[in-house]
Each structure stands twice: as C-alpha cells, then as structure tokens.
Nanobody, 123 residues
Framework: VQLQASGGGLVQAGDSLRLSCAAS????????MGWFRQAPGKEREFVAT????????YYADSVKGRFTISRDNAKNTVYLQMNSLKPEDAAVYYC?????????????????WGQGTQVTVSS
C-alpha cells in the first residue's frame, strides 16, 4: 500500500479543511489508519486514528470535538475533517497505516506513511 495525502492549504483561524489520504492497492481495509502532524521544531504527534471498519475513531485531546476522522474502504481513502482551526494546528499532516491491532497512537507503530500535506492557519 502506498499513501498519498492531499487537501492542505492556508486558512484563517476558525476555518475548516478536509484532508484526504488515498491508498493504492487492494488491502486498504486491512489497515488501521492514522493521522499525525509535525510542526517546525516539534516532534511528530498523534492526531487521530480509525479502525479497519471505521467504527472506532480516537482523537488526541487537542483536536477532540473539532476534528473528525473517517474512511471509505470502497474508495481506499481516509479523511480528516478539521473544523475551528487554530494557529496551533498548523503543521505538516501525515497519514499512516498499520496492521497492528487495538488502539495504535504511537508513530513508531505505523509502518506506512504518506508524504505529508502542509496546513497553515493564520490568526
């Protein structure tokens, strides 16, 4: 599986963006999917993850209530809907995939990564 993230851009605080991550291959539904982000000078941090069937999303506290992760296995795509964006949400956002089971939030547990998409939020 190869991952291609898109949808980033420059927005104002309070605006919304939807990121997409398209996966190649026929095994997308066998992967737990996650979104991570990395701001300049900071470590990569967990944002959200979703189970193989899409029924169990989990979020970092910093985005809970504002971001929504979803997936469409028929389209081999995972999404991150980001609402009420704040300047501190600005980062490069990465999608990632893992075949581990359970709740997976550590970046080191994700084997496959997309190339990242830049999100910039102006105040």
């Amino acid at each position: 599986v190869q991952l291609q993230a898109s949808g980033g851009g420059l927005v104002q605080a309070g605006d919304s963006l939807r990121l997409s991550c398209a996966a190649s291959g026929r095994t997308f539904s066998s992967y737990i999917m996650g979104w991570f982000r990395q701001a300049p000078g900071k470590e990569r941090e967990f944002v959200a993850t979703i189970s193989r069937g899409g029924s169990s999303p989990y979020y970092a506290d910093s985005v809970k209530g504002r971001f929504t992760i979803s997936r469409d296995n028929a389209k081999n795509t995972v999404y991150l809907q980001m609402n009420s964006l704040k300047p501190e949400d600005a980062a490069v956002y990465y999608c990632a995939a893992t075949r581990l089971i359970g709740l997976v939030t550590a970046s080191t547990d994700y084997a496959l990564w997309g190339q990242g998409t830049q999100v910039t939020v102006s105040s």
